[in-house]
């Protein structure tokens, strides 16, 4: 997301809706205007989509949640090879690492500050147009701007905007601005999973934003939509759909996955922006680490890839030990669930898809009111940053018209 300070965002506002304009400025303006709600938000900005389609509020949710973690024993490692030899004896032949690790259920009860971006479309006279919201999740390593990427026509939140959808897109626990807890034994799985939740309701109750919403669309992409998954089961009746991408019924792909992204402690790659970090945080230390298990050479823009590896998150050895324990079917989840994936992702598929797009929709939403599986010709795994990015948008967004949403 493109983030001037708040007196470059007022500027450049002049051409969107006066109205809606005003509106978003007076939830700055006035920012406990709705005591008493399940998360708080605290506005910091306003601004624009990547191709100004979309009138954007930037600022912290206030998410109470109570998640039921693991605490492990597993120790913050001291230097890159002792990170290593970590990643090493979690992904070996027959691995004991996590049971040998765990010492057992945590639960959690707090409050976390995640940042959003609450976005409308630019052209709206009044917010109670919009009937829909989308929730969206970003994967591993990656940050909320996933979904409005710098790009000729890569940003979703445009291209929802356009077909009418606000959309809420936030940068997960222990990413970017988010909060940063115990990157171990509090950046988990389940911890997504309840946050989401949070997330979920807040926009249903109208604790942020214009209005309240009662249709909920919830987008996940790659870990992402493993964490909406495990919510899915636990929560099935809070999505109205779910959009599922980057994703596969194939978890044997995940080990080959994680070495391609070659793990590296977060603040000896980039120390001016995650020199606060402890060394349980990870990112991608190369472009070829972005590209070999996300991108499919040449059907991406370079200036595209440049800007996703320049704005890269970063993730958790929480994260990786728990990523198992929410890879789980949602059976009673009954809503509408489209799965998109790109021909030759890598990460979930191998590099050849095929048939696990639809065995995922099977295996993981075996009772989903209305599924599609739509295949991208000519794609890697990070679907949006490829040059077909509007294929697989037009497919998402005529599938959630098609159910009425």
């Not at 010492?103 to 709206?124: E, K, R």
């Not at 979920?200 to 919403?213: A, P």
């Not at 970090?277 to 230390?285: E, I, K, Q, V, W």
């Not at 696990?356 to 295949?375: E, I, K, Q, W």
């Amino acid at each position: 997301m493109n983030l001037p300070n708040l007196l470059s965002g007022l500027v450049l506002l002049t051409v969107a809706s006066a109205d809606i304009r005003n509106d978003l400025q007076s939830l700055i303006n006035a920012p406990d205007a709705k005591p008493g709600a399940t998360a708080d938000f605290i506005p910091q900005g306003i601004t624009f989509s990547q191709s100004r389609h979309a009138i954007c509020l930037t600022g912290i949710a206030k998410v109470p949640v109570t998640s039921r973690n693991i605490e492990f024993k597993t120790q913050i490692p001291p230097h890159q090879s002792a990170a290593t030899e970590m990643i090493q004896e979690i992904l070996e032949t027959n691995s004991a690492f996590i049971p040998n690790n765990t010492i057992g259920p945590q639960t959690i009860s707090t409050v976390y500050g995640i940042q959003t971006d609450f976005c409308y479309p630019a052209t709206l006279t009044s917010a109670t147009q919009v009937k829909t919201i989308q929730i969206l999740t970003h994967g591993t390593g990656l940050q909320r701007n996933y979904w409005d990427i710098p790009g000729p026509n890569n940003s979703y939140v445009d291209a929802a905007a356009m077909a009418g959808y606000a959309t809420l897109s936030y940068d997960r626990l222990g990413n970017l601005q988010s909060d940063h807890p115990d990157p171990i034994n509090a950046v988990q799985s389940a911890m997504h999973v309840e946050i989401l939740e949070g997330l979920i309701q807040g926009v249903r109750k109208g604790t942020f934003g214009l209005k309240k919403f009662d249709n909920v669309v919830c987008a996940g992409h790659s870990y992402g939509q493993i964490i909406q998954t495990g919510h899915d089961n636990k929560y099935p009746s809070s999505c109205s759909a779910v959009l599922a991408t980057g994703v596969s019924g194939a978890f044997q792909y995940l080990s080959q996955d994680t070495l391609a992204l070659n793990p590296t402690i977060a603040h000896d790659v980039d120390p001016g922006r995650f020199g606060n970090l402890s060394n349980a945080f990870f990112t991608y230390p190369t472009s070829v680490s972005v590209q070999l298990p996300f991108f499919r050479y040449p059907y991406f823009d370079p200036d595209v890839f440049d800007a996703v590896f320049a704005t890269r998150g970063t993730y958790t050895i929480g994260e990786l030990l728990t990523l198992p324990a929410i890879f789980t079917p949602a059976p009673a989840f009954t809503g509408p669930v489209a799965v998109i994936n790109g021909e030759f992702d890598f990460a979930y598929c191998g590099g050849e898809c095929g048939q696990l797009p639809d065995l995922y929709r099977t295996t993981f939403y075996p009772t989903a009111g209305r599924a599609a599986v739509y295949l991208i010709p000519n794609t890697g795994h990070i679907i949006n940053a490829h040059a077909t990015a509007p294929q697989a948008f037009q497919q998402m967004l005529s599938f959630l018209k098609e159910n009425g949403l």
